[in-house]
């Protein structure tokens, strides 16, 4: 049975992608350079550290807080041949002296930030710690980037920050207002939201393969729930073009995607490709924090009919300064008191179109009695 994730036969489940060519622009904005990449551990951290590493920058910093993840791509592209200097940091984005010691000691001039706690169920287990990393932590990236004049900036955002249900999902969305609030002509910093990668940590493909080599069943929340997915080559792809096009107003990228694609579909076709004929596939029930369906594009914003290297350009409400600055401070007393009420009050006047999932209302009831 084929139970390898690179054996697998995409084509007849999602079509075949044009064949896709790295932007011009690209070249000159990483070869001979700088470049930090937060979150290089992770599987798309990693796989953008491999494409950077092929344009010879001059300088290639990875941070990542797992010390294991870290070993791995530090292992492997110092394997490769190059003069490239491989700089490996074990820290945390939302380690303020971490993140400035990096920028000062290297002077990136293009950060790629890809650290996040993106785990849907784990994270209403861990509210606080998803809101340190993914909002005081993208924050802490921006303004020391700003500071060091760093030129670009763009981080890697999420569908699931549309109308969230999960704090994972609202904590990327409330870093994406974050950044829409900075960036100028010396340092542009923009988001690029992205679907399911086939294959990324956490995702249903290597839970599903798995399950396969085990005998089953496969697990599907519902038999109704859909995905938007990109291969991880299409996924690089996307983000080098969103690196290389970005405006100096800062918005949100989104990628073409096809149709979305029923998880009981891609169980089927997975069983399928291995030839586990035995193999079952049983439904589990959505879990908490978990959407039925994806969207890219709010109700309340705007996206350009204008479409470039497979991408769009969303144009998205923004919060004042004081908003912002009173709404963070808030936070963070939340995080000290480890009141979960408090930062849920304060993540939904921030992000109107949170809802918090009944996991999370269920443990502030919990708490008061």
Not at 10 to 29: C, V
Not at 103 to 108: D, G, L, M, V
Request: net charge negative; with cysteine.
């Amino acid at each position: 049975m084929t139970h390898s994730l690179d054996k697998i036969q995409w084509d007849g489940l999602f079509p075949s992608s044009a064949s896709l060519h790295d932007p011009p622009e690209f070249a000159g904005l990483v070869a001979g350079r700088s470049i930090l990449v937060t979150g290089a551990g992770g599987s798309i951290g990693a796989a953008l550290a491999r494409a950077i590493h092929h344009w010879k920058p001059h300088t290639l910093v990875l941070l990542d807080s797992s010390e294991q993840n870290l070993y791995h791509i530090h292992r492997d592209l110092s394997a490769l041949s190059g003069a490239t200097k491989i700089v490996p940091v074990i820290g945390s984005v939302a380690a303020v002296g971490c993140v400035r010691d990096v920028f000062r000691r290297f002077r990136p001039h293009v950060v790629f930030h890809a650290a996040a706690l993106k785990h849907v169920p784990l994270g209403e287990m861990n509210p606080f710690a998803v809101v340190r990393n993914n909002v005081f932590g993208t924050a802490t990236v921006a303004v020391i980037a700003q500071e060091f004049l760093v030129e670009r900036l763009l981080m890697i955002s999420t569908d699931k920050a549309v109308n969230p249900l999960s704090i994972m999902g609202a904590s990327k969305r409330l870093a994406e207002i974050i950044l829409l609030g900075m960036g100028d002509d010396a340092t542009r910093i923009n988001s690029i939201r992205l679907g399911n990668v086939l294959g990324s940590e956490g995702s249903v493909v290597p839970l599903f393969l798995e399950q396969i080599a085990c005998g089953g069943p496969v697990t599907v929340t519902d038999p109704e729930v859909e995905r938007y997915f990109l291969t991880m080559e299409e996924t690089v792809h996307r983000v080098l073009s969103a690196a290389a096009s970005c405006p100096t107003e800062s918005a949100i990228a989104i990628p073409l995607m096809g149709k979305p694609v029923k998880i009981a579909d891609l169980a089927q076709y997975l069983i399928a490709e291995a030839a586990a004929t035995g193999v079952s596939i049983t439904f589990t029930g959505l879990r908490t924090g978990d959407k039925l369906r994806e969207e890219f594009v709010s109700e309340r914003e705007t996206i350009s009919d204008k479409i470039s290297n497979s991408l769009q350009w969303v144009r998205s409400p923004r919060l004042s300064d004081a908003e912002l600055e009173a709404g963070l401070a808030e936070l963070n007393a939340a995080m000290c008191e480890l009141d979960l009420a408090k930062l849920l009050a304060t993540l939904t006047r921030l992000v109107p179109n949170y809802q918090p999932s009944a996991y999370l209302q269920n443990q502030i009831e919990q708490a008061a009695t």
